[in-house]
């Protein structure tokens, strides 16, 4: 049996599989005390279940996220060195931020040594500063970790934790590279008490199986693998929500995915199967990252969303939450009263819901039957255009070959799937608006708590050899290694299938019949002058997010 | 989160997949290391600049500007369209107002593309400035147009393209053609009859430095482009200035060029020459960036700077000196010495051509009408050692009546003649014939 477990904002989803079904689900409210819902969680699910049968637990959670835009991150010193370019101050982050002399250019080749004294004295200062844990990030360390490897030997041993910005991910981009380092550094005592006291709560309660935590990539981690890099945890709900639409559907041909949820409506789009992945990373707070995520897209309308009449006489919905719609005892009107009035929905009180819904179309002469069919259009029609808009940016995206450029491959839907609990009420409505065939699965309404549940671990590698510099690096698996001047890009592949099979197996994953495919594939003569001097072999490889065996298994 | 003082577009074509051949400098990773530090100093995530995605132009888009020979599919591969499409792109930006200027990384570049095309010339075959200025004008109803070419070689496709058209002033900043490809764009090429002072060259000595660029921006081209009050400026964007770049001489480092796209302010930049791939590219296209941007660019800098920039020599600074001078005189102050030509008149020039690339040799022979009216029409027969024969006929946007009739003259006339193909470019009824 398998556990999934989605900590949402207002509800805690869980359920329990049994040879890919859906056996137990349970719905908990989400209290501020993070650790006290996982535990009633787990309580409302695994009821009389034995916990000797669960062989997998996963969890998408809250913690990195809540901790991040709360503000509740601990102190995190910062050591950087940039060479030119932007100023590096601008991107300063952090109470004991450290700008150091030290160069790296774009193929790794070293134009300036790192300032010894100066990594010396920053760290001094970051520890009289009485911070203990410390992040160093080089430009250009994802070519070279040197100087990373080299301020980390210096001074790492005084500090509890150090966090270093080639580990993070093979990518180019120094400023984010600095605030997911940060992020990663000043995440790391909250993590480890959380992991430490979520597995104290699972060994109570006899469960012994393997412990993954979702990605905001659609993957998941091994929990005790997650400790060296807290921030990937963060923000996993969106993705949780795709692998449930995933798991529960299918998703054949160009879907487009929607998670009416209570206050959002997070969207997404699946092509056969698998996810479409954002270009470079997620954004968290203030922060721009590294991390990797799937393209998603979340605006401020749900079934508890707050209606109102304009002054314009035009219909509001959204982005504001009041609390629970009126039918329920809420302070505001909402989508859900208006389900409830048409008799979509049998909850709450219909006499309260109608009554809400005649107030809103008082002074446009609608009663209540016509307000609230008016507000299920509106918010089908608001949701379609910000799905169009959705789709527009993502063809929108730059390519860069002529090759790219002429197969032009549209991403186009050709269908909708709503999961999230008014799937049922609002799928016609949408259909209609998007001018789609729109259906919703079983389960619908705890997709994101399956999801999480049957996740896959994903990994990623960035492989760049150059032959000139003599040296092939994969940056997030902190493989560096001489290499001659004959390097090719089958061993360059053999390397990079190798690495990232290993990398997966430490992340969690089974290594029996992982699913490579190769993301970026590009090898470049270089010339100097007119003569051949080396070249220069990039590749990018991953486990792509998508299902485990066992649920495919199940069908 | 960063900002953008001024909205900036760009266009990014690195055309990963083309090069003229294994070892020319124009080859596949020549904007590799400018993606790698682009991407790595996070220019796109900044707020205000914008990447957008490119598009192929057609070959309605080339026909306003170039006669092709045979016709533009001989010429042409996919990634010169998408290069000139860049281009499209980056002024559609530009002039719908989305951003309030766009910098088209594109190559393959193209201002040694003349108006006729019969292959490839100093590595370019479509002049991608000409066909983005021309659809500009019929797109958005623009008419002044001025492009500065700052590129170290000299501009001469640009050149050649408006050497007629008195609504586009041409302005040309190089290394001097006694010393460098192509070896043209002397000060006394000031343009055709009806465009004469339009077209402005200005030849610098190998070794100028920033200091020189700078000097002549700041007291000859500022001054020449407010005078001619352009609804719209061009960079042609050659960055083989650099005191790196294997196949020039010049001492131009990235900070400079970052001033000098400060101070010029253009509204769209497109790139041209520039083939030091690994030590000048990265750093002076981020400098260009940023300075478009309206960003703070004293962090920019070479790795090599400190050791290898030399100061321009004060015997350049002199000899420059003079040469604003001169210029300044014959442009500004009433110097020029235009040759007279009576309303009616057909004016005839012959001249010979070379394309380097492709080691074509082409014959032409060239006739213009003098109109106070408009910018007149011409005609163009150019004969190739490739075999080909060809007339080529112009009829300018705004063309007045005489120059219109003469046209469909010389045009009838042709095809009655003994050419391979006569070529119409009628921009006024919008009618591009081929026979
Ligand atoms: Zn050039
Ligand atoms: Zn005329």
Redesign the interface.
């Known amino acids: 049996m398998i556990l999934g477990l989605d900590v949402g904002g207002t509800q805690t989803d869980a359920v329990l599989i049994q040879e890919g079904r859906v056996v137990a689900a349970a719905k908990t409210p989400t209290t501020g005390d993070l650790l006290a819902t996982l535990r009633i969680a787990l309580e409302n699910t695994l009821g009389h279940v034995d916990p000797g049968r669960l062989v997998r637990m996963a969890f998408s959670t809250t913690m990195a996220t809540n901790a991040i835009v709360e503000d509740r991150l601990d102190d995190a010193g910062m050591i950087v060195s940039s060479?030119?370019?932007?100023?590096?101050e601008?991107f300063s982050v952090g109470p004991s931020y450290h700008v150091v002399d030290g160069?790296l250019?774009?193929?790794g080749f070293e134009?300036?040594p790192l300032d010894r004294s100066a990594v010396m004295n920053a760290a001094s200062s970051i520890l009289n500063a009485g911070i203990p844990v410390l992040g160093v990030v080089s430009?250009?360390s994802v070519r070279n970790p040197w100087h990373e490897l080299q301020a980390a030997d210096w001074v790492g041993h005084s500090f509890s934790h150090v966090a270093m910005g080639h580990r993070i991910s093979g990518?180019?981009?120094?400023?984010?590279r600095i605030a997911t380092t940060y992020l990663n550094a000043a995440l790391y005592r909250l993590h480890k008490n959380f992991s430490d006291a979520l597995i104290h709560i699972l060994r109570e309660k006899g469960l012994s199986g393997p412990r993954y935590l979702l990605k905001p990539d659609g993957g998941t981690i091994d929990l005790d693998m997650s400790i060296q890099r807290p921030a990937q945890t963060a923000q996993s709900g969106p993705a949780a929500s795709v692998m449930g639409a995933l798991a529960l559907d299918g998703c054949e041909g160009v879907t487009l995915v929607l998670d009416v949820g209570g206050t959002t409506t997070d969207m997404s789009v699946v092509i056969d199967g698998t996810p479409l992945l954002k270009p470079l990373g997620i954004r968290l707070g203030?922060y721009?990252t590294l991390i990797r995520s799937l393209l998603t897209h979340s605006i401020g309308i749900g079934g508890d969303s707050e209606v109102r009449m304009a002054q314009d006489g035009k219909l509001k919905i959204g982005p504001v939450r009041r609390g629970e719609p009126a039918g329920f005892g809420g302070p505001a009107p909402t989508p859900t009263d208006a389900m409830i009035t048409l008799g979509l929905l049998d909850a709450g009180k219909r006499d309260v819901s109608r009554l809400a819904m005649e107030k809103v179309g008082e002074t446009a002469g609608w009663d209540g039957a016509a307000t609230a069919e008016r507000i299920l259009q509106g918010m089908a029609e608001a949701i379609a255009a910000s799905a169009r808009a959705f789709v527009y940016d993502i063809n929108?995206?730059?390519?860069?070959?002529?090759?790219e450029?002429?197969a032009d491959q549209r991403v186009e839907p050709t269908s909708v799937l709503i999961i999230g609990g008014p799937a049922p009420q609002i799928a016609g409505y949408i259909g209609k608006a998007l001018g789609l065939p729109c259906r919703f699965p079983r389960h619908y309404g705890v997709a994101n708590a399956v999801g999480a549940a049957v996740a896959r671990v994903t990994s990623e590698i960035t492989l760049q050899a150059d032959t000139q510099r003599g040296s092939v690096i994969i940056s997030e698996a902190a493989v560096e290694n001489d290499i001659d001047a004959g390097f090719t890009m089958d061993q360059a592949m053999s390397l990079g299938r190798a690495v990232l099979c290993r990398q997966a197996a430490i992340n969690g994953a089974d290594e029996k019949g992982l699913e490579i495919s190769i993301l970026e594939r590009?090898a470049?003569?270089?010339?100097?002058?007119?003569?051949?001097t080396g070249r220069?072999i990039r590749l990018k490889m991953g486990i792509t997010p998508g299902l485990i065996p066992e649920w495919k298994r199940g069908g | 989160?960063?900002h953008a003082v001024r909205r900036t577009g760009l266009v990014?074509?690195?055309?990963?997949?083309?090069a003229i051949s294994?070892?020319h400098?124009e080859?596949?990773?020549r904007l590799?290391?400018t993606?790698?530090?682009v991407?790595?100093?996070?220019?796109l995530?900044i707020d205000g600049i914008i990447?957008?995605?490119?598009?192929?132009a057609g070959f309605e888009d080339i026909r306003r500007i170039h006669f092709c020979v045979p016709d533009e599919a001989a010429v042409t591969t996919?990634?010169h369209l998408?290069s000139a499409g860049g281009c499209l792109v980056a002024a559609d930006a530009v002039l719908k107002g989305e951003v309030e200027s766009a910098f088209a990384l594109v190559r393959p570049p193209g201002h040694h593309a003349m108006r006729v095309v019969h292959g490839n010339r100093g590595f370019c075959n479509i002049n991608n400035e000409a066909v983005m200025i021309e659809y500009i004008r019929e797109k958005y109803g623009i008419r002044r147009v001025a492009i500065v070419d700052t590129d170290c070689h000299h501009g001469d496709g640009s050149q050649d393209i408006y050497w007629h058209d008195p609504n586009t002033l041409f302005i040309s900043i190089h290394q001097d053609g006694r010393t460098l490809y192509p070896g043209s764009g002397f000060p006394h090429e000031t343009g055709g009859p009806n465009a004469q002072g339009m077209t402005i060259n200005i030849p610098l000595p190998p070794q100028t430095g920033e200091e020189g660029f700078l000097y002549v921006l700041e007291e000859l081209v500022m001054p020449l482009l407010e005078k001619f009050e352009p609804e719209l400026v061009i960079n042609s964007a050659g960055q083989d200035n650099h005191f790196n770049d294997?196949i020039t001489n010049m001492n131009f480092s990235a900070r400079g060029y970052a001033a000098l796209n400060a101070r010029l302010r253009p509204d769209i930049a497109v790139l041209e020459g520039g083939y030091a791939v690994?030590?000048a590219l990265?750093?002076v296209n981020?400098g260009i960036i940023?300075a478009m941007a309206g960003?703070?660019t004293?962090?920019?800098?070479?790795?090599?700077?400190d050791t290898d920039y030399r100061p321009q020599p004060s015997e350049i600074t002199g000899y420059i000196a003079d040469l604003v001078d001169r210029l300044r005189g014959v442009f500004l102050e009433g110097g020029l010495k235009t040759v007279p030509c009576e309303e009616g008149e057909v004016v005839q020039r012959s001249r010979d051509i070379y394309y380097d690339t492709d080691n074509i040799h082409e014959r032409q022979h060239e006739k213009i009408r003098c109109c106070k009216a408009c910018p007149g029409a011409f005609s163009i027969a150019s004969t190739s050692n490739r075999g080909q024969h060809i007339l080529a006929v112009h009829v300018p946007l705004g063309a007045c009546r005489a120059c219109r009739d003469i046209g469909s003259a010389w045009f009838e006339e042709g095809t009655r003649g003994a050419f391979t193909h006569v070529y119409l470019q009628d921009r006024v009824r919008g009618v591009y014939e081929k026979t």
């Open positions: 060479g030119p370019g932007l100023n590096p601008w160069c250019d774009h193929q134009t300036k430009k250009f990518a180019l981009n120094f400023p984010r203030p721009q929108a995206q730059p390519v860069y070959t002529i090759h450029v002429l590009q470049f003569t270089m010339i100097r002058g007119y003569m051949r220069n | 989160m960063l990014f074509f690195p055309a990963y997949d083309w294994p070892s400098p080859r596949e990773e590799l290391y993606q790698d530090q991407l790595e100093e996070g220019l995530d990447e957008y995605r490119v598009r192929p996919e990634s998408i294997p690994e030590n990265p750093y981020v940023m960003m703070d004293s962090c920019v800098k070479e790795p090599n700077y």
